[in-house]
């Protein structure tokens, strides 16, 4: 969660229950899938409270609005979730990586986290370099199960590669992609239909600097 | 590994069984115990060979120099992990982490490699500074049993903390070991009798400009 304390209020009025399910659901989306340089710490926290003052009904697990609260409060998580995630120490870029075509969730979430957190693939971002084989590798390790001979990747819309070997793309598209401070990368497992979103940022000499030139 | 491809030969006569079972025992505590970034290659590989031309017995499990030939083969392999581990992407400074009083081996060697391969415990290291708390969080998050209110850190020669409290040792000696290019961390566990020991190397600006400066 990249040191967090994260207090989300609203004048809502929740079941506490459903306020638990919820919030869970909505981390394990969001702020769970943040990595700045795989580091955690004890401070990592979300709290949400909710007061009631709107008036409006309690909402539970059944009512006819929860999915809709859930939505919303997935849209607050997700924007403040990737905010902390450019914000990394000398971030210069957001990276964002969609898995889809996994055999489950859990596999597409382990991918997704396995090539956000990669090192290398980090710093390849960082030099706007379309490294394609850092990313596959990162799904390689990461132990989500994925079919070589079908797993796909793109670079922003422009597809890089299509079972499991790369298409005809030029690089160019890519790396112009790659120079913006958003990039994104979705890589089809080319299983099943699961998927996973993960968000992160690129790894600079700032990082270092920022990490190594203070004193305890 | 660090994408390694390892060749060992010896003159001596093997048997099969126990060249394998004495090479995966020595690879276990020494390539597969450092790491430069975490990231991994489908190249790592380590072959042992043995042509017999010494003429001396062929080695099995129970021969009497059986014990002396692993010991021997742990040496060569620990040298070559150590220099692999000192020469990573623009690494200024061999790390060493040593894990005692774990509570089983499992739990020695996940510590070891956390702290090892923590980025910010990779920065500290190359600033010199001895952010202990930093040390503790890793071993915090690697999975591994830890008594908190015993656990212990020594870095170099100087035991930094006690009991999971600091000592009166002043920063400045651990500060001048840190200032070499080869740093050693000890962390006592304070539960059990098992250890086991990681090598990486610090994380410098070289390592980004290294892998985020040249072009696929």
């Not at 998927?195 to 203070?214: F, R």
């Amino acid at each position: 969660m990249a040191t967090m304390l994260a207090f989300i209020g609203t004048d809502a009025s929740l079941e506490p229950a459903f306020a638990r399910t919820a919030l869970k659901a909505v981390v394990d989306n969001t702020f769970n899938m943040i990595t700045v340089d795989g580091d955690t710490s004890t401070n990592d926290s979300c709290f949400l409270l909710a007061n009631g003052q709107s008036g409006a009904p309690t909402l539970n697990e059944g009512h006819k609005d929860a999915e809709r609260f859930v939505r919303a409060l997935e849209a607050v998580c997700t924007d403040l979730a990737r905010k902390m995630a450019a914000d990394g120490e000398g971030a210069e870029k957001l990276i964002q990586v969609e898995i889809t075509g996994a055999a489950s969730e859990a596999d597409a979430r382990k991918a997704a986290r396995a090539v956000v957190g990669s090192p290398l693939v980090k710093a390849a971002v960082h030099g706007a370099d379309p490294n394609w084989g850092r990313i596959f590798a990162a799904v390689g390790y990461s132990g989500a199960q994925v079919d070589p001979l079908r797993a796909a990747l793109w670079i922003g819309n422009l597809q890089i590669a299509q079972n499991g070997i790369a298409t005809r793309a030029t690089k160019q598209e890519a790396r112009t992609h790659m120079e913006g401070t958003e990039v994104k990368f979705r890589v089809d497992l080319g299983l099943g239909a699961a998927s996973a979103t993960a968000w992160g940022c690129d790894l600079t000499e700032g990082y270092v600097v920022e990490n190594s030139a203070y004193s305890t």
